[in-house]
């Protein structure tokens, strides 16, 4: 797990909303940065006439990402070594608990939550099957096995790697530079919101993205808006949102809005290993693949 590309994706995020504001993206993940516990939580939403089935889900689910230095150092200085943890909430249980301790992974899946989950069903058979081999059991996969599963860098992913992480440092570029030129409101508690359309985007980031394709794409007219927010106390982000509001999909009913909203808080939390956790060895990892592959 790349534990800090999260918190780089929110950090730039954030950063986007407020560099109509003259400030660079380095400042945005400075700031989630600087303490040495990091926890974002995340929550969506969509309404419009094509929303409703989506908004039942949403309604009902949210993410957690909690990060931690050992150290006590500020995770900016972690250097890889963070410990992380991502909680997947369905109403007021807990869907699945991952976390990343020591470079070790251990995974919690609570299959019971899934009835929490509005307009998602299983047969109460299958949830209770699965419950009884998985749910409440702590499974940790060591770092040993991790590195023996996952394939060895070649020459060619490397470069490849290297190369999609310039494309995707280009493009942020692109629309970090586009919303630095699009007028944006100050919020009267702290904070900056900017409302933009998504034709301004694609024109912004289309060249980019020809230039890495090597082919030419076709321009078309795209219709809706995109608003980006980021409450802030002083120099300190304290959550973002955006949004994106486009016609819905039948002619005439309207427009379709759907959003991410993040919070951001630096409470002293730290992220252990579980206790008890069913340890995966490699030939347990063999037959569970084989199981699987039937």
Same mark, same amino acid.
């Given at each position: 797990?790349?534990?800090?590309?999260?918190?780089?994706?929110?950090?730039?995020?954030?950063?986007?909303?407020?560099?109509?504001?003259?400030?660079?993206?380095d400042q945005?993940?400075s700031?989630?940065?600087s303490?040495?516990?990091?926890?974002?939580h995340?929550t969506?939403?969509?309404?419009?006439?094509d929303?409703?089935?989506?908004?039942?889900v949403?309604?009902?689910?949210?993410?957690?990402?909690?990060?931690?230095?050992?150290?006590g150092?500020?995770?900016?200085?972690?250097?890889?070594t963070?410990?992380?943890?991502?909680?997947?909430?369905?109403?007021t249980?807990t869907?699945?608990?991952?976390?990343?301790v020591?470079?070790? @992974?251990? #995974?919690?899946?609570?299959? &019971?939550?899934?009835?929490?989950? $509005?307009?998602?069903?299983?047969?109460? *058979?299958q /949830?209770?099957?699965?419950q009884?081999?998985l749910?409440?059991?702590?499974?940790?996969?060591?770092?040993s096995?991790?590195?023996s599963?996952?394939?060895?860098?070649?020459a060619?992913?490397?470069?490849q790697?290297?190369k999609?992480?310039?494309?995707?440092?280009t493009?942020?570029?692109?629309?970090?530079?586009?919303?630095?030129?699009?007028?944006?409101?100050?919020?009267?508690?702290?904070?900056?919101?900017?409302?933009g359309?998504?034709?301004?985007v694609?024109?912004?980031?289309?060249?980019?993205?020809q230039s890495l394709?090597?082919?030419?794409?076709?321009s078309?007219?795209?219709?809706?808006n995109?608003? @980006?927010? #980021?409450?802030?106390?002083? &120099?300190n982000?304290t959550?973002? $949102?955006?949004?994106?509001?486009?016609p *819905?999909? /039948?002619t005439g009913?309207?427009?379709?809005t759907v959003?991410?909203?993040?919070?951001?808080?630096?409470?002293s939390?730290?992220?252990?290993?579980?206790?008890?956790?069913t340890i995966?060895?490699?030939?347990?990892?063999?037959?569970?693949?084989?199981?699987?592959g039937?």
């Open positions: 797990m790349r534990k800090m590309m999260i918190v780089g994706l929110v950090g730039a995020s954030l950063g986007l909303a407020s560099c109509g504001a003259q400030a660079s993206i945005a993940v700031s989630l940065g303490s040495p516990d990091l926890q974002l995340f969506g939403s969509a309404s419009g006439p929303a409703a089935q989506v908004q039942k949403l309604s009902t689910l949210s993410l957690d990402m909690n990060y931690s230095n050992p150290s150092a500020a995770l900016s200085q972690s250097s890889g963070a410990n992380a943890e991502i909680l997947v909430n369905a109403g249980q869907l699945a608990d991952v976390r990343v020591d470079s070790n @992974l251990y #995974v919690l899946v609570n299959v &019971s939550a899934v009835a929490d989950i $509005s307009g998602v069903a299983l047969p109460a *058979s /949830v209770a099957s699965l009884l081999i749910g409440g059991r702590w499974f940790e996969l060591s770092k096995l991790l590195t599963i996952a394939p060895a860098p070649s060619t992913s490397t470069a790697a290297a999609v992480a310039a494309a995707e440092r493009i942020l570029d692109d629309l970090s530079t586009l919303i630095a030129n699009t007028a944006y409101t100050t919020l009267p508690n702290g904070g900056y919101s900017q409302t359309t998504l034709a301004s694609v024109k912004a980031v289309l060249p980019t993205i394709s090597g082919s030419t794409l076709p078309t007219t795209v219709k809706g995109y608003t @980006l927010t #980021v409450t802030a106390s002083g &120099s982000a959550g973002g $949102s955006i949004s994106v509001t486009a *819905s999909g /039948v009913q309207g427009n379709d959003g991410l909203n993040v919070t951001v808080a630096h409470a939390l730290s992220i252990v290993a579980p206790t008890g956790a995966i060895t490699p030939s347990l990892f063999q037959g569970l693949l084989s199981q699987a039937g």
